[in-house]
């Protein structure tokens, strides 16, 4: 073999050897500082305007509009956890838990998994169903393995998490 190609053989070896090396401080990096939560402003459904919809009165004011009587459970409220506080304003689209940033409630849970379980609603009420989760997820103290129907004030846990539906 001549020169130049042992050369040429060792500085590819050693270019893939630096990316073995990178590759291993990035999978690293990710492990220690876990994901990166993005902080979310609330937008009206469908991200029209807030006003978009609302009945104008001669004035050029908004009309009141009577309130809509909604049965059921209308927030989600983390009672435990790293995000105790936290609600969310259940409307008529599921809510993923996990820790993917493309997560509804992006939870900062080791013991959660990235998709991790579902509220969802379906026949007028609010179930919940684990998405094949190492650790599972807990309807008051029952592991579940098929969608539950969950009722208001009944806790949900996810990892260390625990979650309620209020009215």
Known sequence: MSELTLTLLRLGFLALLWLLVLSILAVLRRDLFGTRIARRTPRPAGGAP???????????KPARRAPEPRPGPRTLVVTDGSLRGTTLTLGQAPVLIGRAPESTLVLDDDFASARHARIYPQDGGWFVEDLGSTNGTFVGSTRIDDPIRLDAGVPVRVGRTVLELRR
Not at 50 to 60: E, F, I, L, M
């Open 50 to 60: 807030a006003t978009a919809g609302v009945p104008v009165a001669a004035a050029g």
